[in-house]
């Protein structure tokens, strides 16, 4: 039998989908008041793997990933991923968001999304939000799955998220 153990904070991630930059610009601050300051964030991504959010925001998409300086507990993603929900719906117009927000954590070994849906590969964790490991660490570098998001498994997105993993790496150690 292992000791168990609790894990040490995790690196909150969150990512974007839109069409209007200033719908971001508008929610950023707001994520930054909840969640403190934030330590990486990429260029606006052209976001053309999928045309799966085509309908609901149309075309010409982009993609912001950002990632906050402060590390969080492991199980406060549902509650996250709860209020990032409220957000969408906050600056939806005509039922129709303008903007998806995915929030998720990091650690040295992986990348976890929430999610309120149900699927095969993902793991039921409270109040309706699920969990997925969308990227494992191995080699030197994050890889994906057969159900990972094809932006994510990117070179570019993964020098991203690399990134982001070194900057959690220099934190954890630091403290």
Do not use: C
């Not at 990512?15 to 300051?37: A, C, N, S, V």
């Not at 075309?59 to 492991?74: C, D, E, M, Q």
């Not at 191995?138 to 159900?147: A, K, Q, V």
């Amino acid at each position: 039998m292992g000791n168990v153990t609790i894990p040490k904070p995790v690196k909150l991630i969150i990512t974007f989908i839109f069409k209007e930059e200033d719908t971001f610009l508008k929610i950023k601050p707001l994520l930054m008041r909840r969640f403190g300051k934030v330590d990486f964030e990429s260029p606006f991504l052209e976001f053309t793997h999928t045309d799966y959010y085509a309908e609901e925001f149309g075309v010409g998409l982009k993609r912001k990933i950002l990632s906050f300086k402060k590390n969080i507990p492991a199980q406060t993603l549902a509650d996250i991923k709860l209020y990032t929900n409220k957000l969408e719906l906050k600056f939806s117009s005509a039922n129709k968001r303008k903007i998806n927000i995915d929030p998720g954590y990091l650690d040295e070994a992986k990348l976890v999304l929430a999610s309120s849906k149900d699927f095969y590969h993902r793991i039921y964790i409270n109040k309706g939000i699920y969990a997925e490991i969308t990227l494992f660490y191995r080699g030197r570098n994050f890889r994906g799955w057969e159900w990972s998001y094809p932006d994510y498994t990117s070179s570019e997105y993964l020098g991203y998220f690399n990134h982001i993993r070194e900057l959690y790496r220099k934190q954890k150690n630091a403290t």
